[in-house]
Structure formats: structure tokens, C-alpha cells
């Protein structure tokens, strides 16, 4: 049974960082490619951004994170890593670690496993 755990949410000013961690369990952590969504009130949920497969798996970024988020994995321990700097208050959301459902793709928001989210607030 697939697990994801976020971690790491809270509260900022604007400019501050945050760092995300999900923790995973149930699946081969290492062969999938996962992402991270969010989503504010009143609003879809959103990619922000997604990783391949691998120790060093490629990455792609929504343009509003761009240069400012990165992704990254850490295999050994299956965990999941969303580090956040520069927030703006644009940035505050639910944050969600995202699994496929099906292994040789990616997240989607059709087709994805969830953790429950962890908050973020940044403010101004």
C-alpha cells in the first residue's frame, strides 16, 4: 500500500524559505518519477514540480517556481524533497507529494497517489 507522509510546512515572511520532505512507503521509491502539487483556497490543484527516476533524476518546474524551488530525492532513505526559498505570499498552498499510480509515468492530477498535505503560509 502506497504511503506518502509530508512534512516540513509552516509559516514564513515574505522572502523566507521552507523545506518539504515526504516520506514514502509501499512501492519501489527509486523507479518512480514523483512530483509535488499544490493548491490555495479557491483554486485547482497545480504541479509545481516533478522528478525522474534515479539518484539524480531529471527535473522540471512550473514557471512561477522556477529558480526559486528545487526538487530533489533522497533514495536510500525514500523521502522526497521540496526546498523553497523566496516565497512569496503567491506561494501560500497546501502542498501534496504526488506518486504515480501507473510506474513509467509521472503524477498527474488525474492519476496520482496523495499524501494529506502540509501547509504553507507566507506572509507579507
Known amino acids: 500500500q502506497v504511503q506518502l507522509v509530508e512534512s516540513g510546512g509552516g509559516s514564513v515572511q515574505t522572502g523566507g524559505s521552507l523545506k518539504l520532505s515526504c516520506a514514502t512507503s509501499g512501492y519501489v521509491f527509486s523507479a518512480y518519477c514523483m512530483s509535488w502539487f499544490r493548491q490555495s483556497p479557491g483554486k485547482e490543484r497545480e504541479r509545481v514540480a516533478t522528478i525522474g527516476t534515479g539518484s539524480s533524476g531529471a527535473t522540471n518546474y512550473a514557471d512561477f517556481v522556477k529558480g526559486r524551488f528545487t526538487i530533489s530525492r533522497d533514495n536510500a532513505n525514500n523521502i522526497l524533497i521540496l526546498q523553497m526559498n523566496s516565497l512569496t505570499p503567491e506561494d501560500t498552498a497546501v502542498y501534496y507529494c504526488?506518486?504515480?499510480?501507473?510506474?513509467?509515468?509521472?503524477?498527474?492530477?488525474?492519476?496520482?497517489?496523495w499524501g494529506q498535505g502540509t501547509q504553507v503560509t507566507v506572509s507579507s
Open positions: 504526488a506518486a504515480p499510480q501507473v510506474r513509467g509515468s509521472c503524477p498527474t492530477l488525474q492519476s496520482a497517489y
